[in-house]
């Protein structure tokens, strides 16, 4: 039987809950990759991470969420930006609306960086909650990860159409990669962004930060191995504790 909500009937998605009352939200967004990635990146390699964690533990996907906070791209063709505080509204609503139905632990697989504050203050939100938790993952030790199977550095920790995703996308769905169009870009430290308000698209010309043209598939395969065995782990031990 498949692990995703939406190709469930109610009566399957019941027993599956009754079984394992948690679910797996993940959470993307949409927003420019450069020109050799698509805009879905983040939701894609959120959804791809879900449907291994799933398989691994027995939790139900829930449908992705497409859009997250992504205001530095807001001028670029494609991208759509909502407020963090509309997406953390949402997330609860999503919890709260699950709890009805016996789910007690929603796990969000984030997959776009700049979500992570929101996940934060929507769990802690309910943390107080007796019937439903929410629990945050993204990317579990990304900088060691990184520093056993990416060949470039990040632009000042910051990981955005680069070799990292790059190779992720390259595993996932490398139909939708063109490497053709894979540049190296590190645009200058700015102090704009880093201290101030300033989008990241004033920074790059080509929407790369780093090095895209050394993504591989066999590196992006490792990597999601690492994370979705770390990932898995966190869960049955959440689902252990109640």
């Not at 959470?27 to 291994?52: C, F, S, Y």
């Amino acid at each position: 039987m498949t692990v995703e909500a939406r190709y469930l009937s109610r009566d399957d998605f019941a027993r599956r809950i009754a079984d394992l009352p948690a679910v797996i939200l993940p959470l993307g967004a949409t927003e420019q990759h450069g020109r050799h990635l698509p805009l879905g990146v983040d939701t894609i390699l959120a959804e791809a991470l879900a449907l291994r964690v799933a398989e691994a533990t027995g939790a139900t996907v829930m449908p992705a969420m497409p859009f997250g906070y992504s205001w530095v791209w807001r001028d670029a063709p494609g991208s759509v930006t909502i407020e963090q505080r509309t997406l953390e509204d949402v997330l609860c609503q999503i919890a709260e609306s699950l709890a009805v139905q016996g789910v007690r632990h929603v796990f969000l697989i984030n997959g776009h960086e700049a979500n992570s504050a929101t996940m934060k203050y929507a769990s802690r939100r309910l943390w107080d909650s007796p019937n439903v938790k929410i629990w945050r993952l993204f990317y579990p030790d990304l900088s060691a990860v990184m520093a056993k199977h990416c060949e470039s550095p990040t632009w000042h920790g910051i990981v955005h159409a680069c070799e990292f995703e790059t190779s992720l996308m390259l595993a996932v769905a490398p139909h939708l990669v063109d490497m053709t169009k894979a540049v190296r870009e590190y645009p200058d430290l700015d102090r704009g962004y880093f201290q101030g308000g300033r989008p990241m698209g004033e920074l790059s010309e080509s929407g790369v930060f780093g090095d895209a043209t050394l993504g591989t598939a066999e590196k992006g395969n490792a990597m999601l191995q690492v994370f979705t065995d770390s990932m898995a782990q966190a869960v049955r031990e959440i689902c252990a504790g109640g």
